[in-house]
């Protein structure tokens, strides 16, 4: 158990339709990310929040949306929603994301992932 | 164009043996690289971290190689068990002060009692 949870951790929904998917990272853990892994794509980067504010982007599409609370969990939020954006969802989290003097190179703990599927 | 690569193809050995993953990369400079093991359905699960002025990490069964020229990383898992079965990923960290991680597609190893 890595100590980051996600929920739900099965959504089934149609073409068009919106949908949150919510991550609490590990106790202490200022970071979060959001990652996208579909089979075709590999996991791929979306987004990154560090104690509310977004650091980096990666891959994220227009209709894709997310922020950190207050209580650094975080929301991840898809929107007009197509066939190929089903795929796992993975939430990460770290102690830090940003460096100072240079990289924090640290690990990241992922959590169980949702698994989205639009019809 | 910027590239990732490692074996596509499930890598089958025999228990004991040595399993030996590439992480090939083109046209990134990455400050360190990560490896995650990841099972079917899972979260990535964190393995090792070798920085790019680093030319080898062990930890315990498991050993990385980091070379910068050949934009190359090994994964090396000693005495492999069938519970070492899984998907690896490995993971460019590039430099920018971010945390971000460029992931490789994995590759799947398979080891057989």
């Known amino acids: 158990d890595s100590g980051v949870t996600q929920t739900p951790k099965h959504l089934i929904t149609a073409t068009g339709q919106r949908v949150t998917l919510r991550c609490s990272p590990r106790?202490?853990?200022?970071?979060v990310y959001w990652y996208q892994q579909s089979l075709d794509q590999g996991l791929q980067f979306l987004i990154q929040?560090?104690?509310?504010?977004?650091?980096a982007k990666g891959n994220i599409l227009e209709r894709f949306s997310a922020q950190q609370f207050p209580d650094l969990h975080s929301e991840l939020n898809l929107s007009s929603l197509e066939l190929g954006d089903s795929a796992l969802y993975f939430c990460?989290?770290?102690?830090?994301?940003?460096?100072?003097?240079?990289?924090?190179?640290?690990?990241?703990?992922f959590g169980p992932g949702t698994r989205l599927t639009v019809l | 164009s910027q590239k990732i690569e490692q074996n596509s193809e499930a890598l089958n050995i025999q228990e004991g043996k040595t399993a030996t993953l590439t992480c090939n990369y083109t046209?990134?400079?990455?400050?360190?690289l990560q490896w995650y093991r990841q099972d079917p359905g899972r979260g990535p699960v964190f393995l090792l971290l070798?920085?790019?002025?680093?030319k080898e990490k062990r930890k315990e069964r498991l050993k990385v190689t980091f070379d910068t020229t050949l934009k190359q990383s090994l994964f090396h898992i000693t005495a492999s068990q069938p519970a070492d079965s899984a998907t690896y990923l490995c993971?460019?960290?590039?430099?920018?002060?971010?945390?971000?991680?460029?992931f490789g597609a994995g590759t799947r190893l398979a080891v057989h009692p």
């Open positions: 990460a989290s770290s102690v830090e994301g940003i460096g100072l003097a240079g990289l924090r190179d640290n690990e990241q703990f």
């Open positions: 106790s202490g853990d200022l970071s």
């Open positions: 929040y560090y104690n509310g504010e977004e650091r």
């Open positions: 046209n990134y400079s990455p400050a360190y």
């Open positions: 070798i920085r790019e002025n680093e």
């Open positions: 993971a460019l960290v590039l430099s920018g002060g971010y945390n971000k991680l460029i």
